[in-house]
């Protein structure tokens, strides 16, 4: 069974709030058990020495009362008003009703004529006393008194319910003090957490400010050297990303220079038709390339979003010029809501990968809707070709995944990626992509890019 | 007359089968391997089109178009790496008509090439047209633009749109429209072309750029010149 919570903070604010408890609490018990034998100490002296007051005058009065004592009550009565009991030659006399002989703790008669007096705290009627018996030598008599204590008690009852409050708010105290405490010490961590936040999210520049604290300076240095070479690495990546890029468009660019260069001449069948493939390779092979570098751009977190209030029809309609598929398979219900904030350069990459994609899986997008869902705006991407197995909805948008899609052979290799492009693209306008069925039974790309 | 182009390429294969293709089709080849060689060469040879890479060590292709707009509006076309869209955008706002991505198409290259020297060169309308919309002033004949009697410094691309907005005053143009007209773009082509044709058509010609009164944007169809109250 877990009883501690979890948490740091809450932790330490349990812990801060027990020790101020425990502190607390102890301290409030010796106090009142100081307290509580000086009182009685007090009470116990003060009462004594008037006691021995009046068991003196008691002593004159049974000394000069008749035998049967019935005198000796009445003067007892006027005389004081104590709470006494009178043992006078075996025969009891009370001075108050409500206590007699039977009201004195047992065996305390016998310590009284033992040891000629004795005192024992004892409770009479739910009520405390301080019974003080003494001998009153020569008259074979004893002369005890009831002290009542119910005064002492009610001070004491005070002290200790106000050293409990005292504990409780000391306790309480405790506990914000480990709280606010906790939260002081787990302040830098936050610092922490926002910047590697940040960090995740593509600000690498982001640094935490070192303070003067000796303990927290060397954590904080230790994260921003950790946050420097991530970047570095980071940008050294990035720098090889763009060199591979020009290294490897510069031999391409020759080749299929070369390539346009040899188709110009007559040339016999063998070679003519060895040109050909070469053209098909170098036009996948810069496909291939294009994509894997746009991919990770995107994945190095480098892929700036250029948001512009765009003319959405306009840009389908630039995208379908562009795949060479007719305008009538547009089918906008935007209306004059035609603008909406996006990178037009990926927006038409989206459009023109998901229209490749119809042509080469699902023979050319027979229809291109545009509509709207609460801001977002959806555009759906339909044809009439096989379809998507279910299994494969969202294999295929992993990177060389083809799912189980038959290659086309009249089509030059795709590169695979492009659906996973899609899909990237769509993500950095925080959009998402899905791929479900056709009114008539083929595959339906759903793009949805919400209204920022 | 044969036509000279100025090849601007760092790579020499890439140079060589350019040069050969070009000189297939009949056109005179002067080639350089940077920028500053480029800016040289342009200065020594009469050219009537520039083959712009945009890589290039040293002086890079945006610096040479900026430096080559300063004193003339010859047909530059940039090449562009594919991957990288943003560029296609930057060069053309430093002045380039046209670009052509890497790898290019032997076809695609030839074909963009006559598009703009035959818009550059050709024989263009009646003697005598001249166009006043305001402050402006656009005479046909003389391929040029004026401004409160200034002429502009347009480039032979923003001078055709121009021409055509205002030789069909009023009349909304789209931008393939516009493409094949003024690019000779049959099929195809990329509508920021346009848009930022007419962006510095803008700047050149409207008191604030920002705020067209001129050369106004039809929301969803495309641009038209605006021949009201003038």
């Not at chain 1, 002989?101 to 409770?123: H, I, M, Y």
């Not at chain 2, 480029?38 to 292709?61: M, S, T, Y």
Request: charged letters at 25%; glycine letters at 10%; proline letters at 4%.
């Amino acid at each position: 069974m877990k009883v501690l919570p979890h948490g740091l903070r809450a932790r330490s604010t349990v812990a801060f709030a027990m020790l101020a408890l425990a502190l607390s609490a102890s301290l409030s018990l010796a106090t009142y058990e100081l307290a509580r034998s000086y009182l009685l100490d007090q009470r116990t002296s003060f009462g004594t020495r008037q006691v021995m007051v009046n068991a003196l005058v008691s002593k004159g009065l049974v000394a000069a009362s008749d035998a049967d004592g019935s005198d000796l009550l009445d003067s007892l009565r006027n005389g004081s008003n104590a709470r006494a009991v009178l043992r006078v030659q075996g025969v009891w006399y009370s001075v108050v009703v409500d206590l007699s002989e039977a009201s004195l703790p047992p065996g305390f008669v016998d310590a009284v004529d033992k040891n000629g007096s004795a005192r024992q705290v004892t409770t009479v009627g739910g009520a405390p006393y301080l019974v003080i018996g003494i001998q009153l030598p020569g008259l074979r008599s004893a002369y005890f008194e009831f002290v009542p204590l119910a005064e002492y008690e009610g001070t004491l009852n005070t002290l200790g319910t106000v050293l409990i409050a005292a504990a409780s708010v000391t306790t309480v105290g405790g506990a914000l003090g480990g709280w606010r405490a906790s939260r002081r010490v787990l302040r830098p961590l936050g610092q922490v957490a926002e910047a590697a936040t940040a960090m995740s999210s593509g600000d690498l520049s982001r640094r935490l400010t070192v303070g003067p604290d000796p303990d927290l300076e060397p954590v904080a240095n230790s994260f921003n050297e950790m946050a420097s070479s991530l970047q570095q690495r980071i940008e050294r990546e990035l720098r090889f990303t763009a060199d591979v890029s020009h290294e490897l468009r510069t031999p391409i660019t020759a080749m299929a220079a070369a390539i346009g260069l040899a188709r110009r001449a007559d040339l016999p069948d063998r070679a003519a038709f060895a040109v050909d493939v070469l053209d098909a390779q170098v036009e996948h092979l810069r496909r291939l390339t294009l994509e894997l570098l746009e991919i990770s751009r995107i994945d190095a977190g480098v892929a700036d979003l250029r948001l512009e209030e765009a003319d959405i029809e306009d840009l389908v309609g630039r995208a379908l010029v562009a795949a060479k598929v007719p305008a009538e398979v547009l089918r906008s219900s935007l209306g004059s809501d035609l603008v909406h904030h996006v990178d037009p350069i990926r927006f038409e990459r989206v459009l023109a990968n998901l229209l490749e994609n119809a042509a080469r899986y699902g023979g050319g997008a027979t229809a291109v809707h545009l509509w709207r869902e609460g801001g977002d705006l959806v555009v759906v991407v339909d044809d009439d070709g096989p379809g998507v197995d279910p299994g494969d909805r969202t294999a295929i948008f992993g990177r060389f995944n083809r799912g189980s899609a038959e290659q086309p052979e009249d089509r030059p290799k795709g590169s695979g990626l492009g659906l996973a492009l899609v899909d990237e693209h769509v993500k950095l306008h925080a959009g998402s992509v899905a791929v479900g069925v056709s009114p008539r039974g083929g595959a339906r790309f759903i793009v949805r890019i919400p209204r920022i | 007359m044969t036509d000279r182009i100025l090849l601007v390429e760092d790579d020499p294969d890439v140079r060589a089968l350019v040069r050969l293709l070009l000189e297939d089709e009949g056109y005179a080849v002067v080639e350089a391997g940077s920028g500053t060689t480029a800016l040289e060469q342009f200065k020594r040879d009469e050219i009537h089109l520039v083959l712009l890479d945009i890589r290039l060590p040293g002086l890079n292709g945006f610096e040479v178009c900026r430096q080559l707009r300063r004193t003339s509006g010859v047909p530059i076309i940039m090449l562009t790496a594919q991957d990288n869209s943003h560029d296609v955008v930057a060069g053309l706002e430093v002045g380039a008509d046209d670009y052509i991505t890497k790898p290019f198409n032997d076809r695609e290259l030839v074909a963009r090439i006559r598009a703009q020297l035959r818009r550059s060169q050709g024989t263009l309308d009646p003697p005598g047209l001249e166009l006043a919309f305001g402050d402006i002033v656009v005479k046909g004949d003389e391929g040029r633009a004026l401004k409160n009697g200034e002429v502009l410094p347009l480039t032979r691309t923003e001078f055709q749109l121009l021409l055509h907005l205002a030789t069909n005053p009023n009349r909304v143009w789209s931008r393939q429209q516009l493409l094949d007209v003024v690019w000779g773009y049959s099929y195809g082509g990329d509508g920021r072309l346009v848009d930022t044709h007419i962006a510095r058509l803008r700047s050149k010609v409207e008191a604030d750029p920002a705020n067209p009164t001129l050369i106004l944007t039809v929301r969803g169809l495309g641009y038209r010149l605006d021949a009201a109250d003038r």
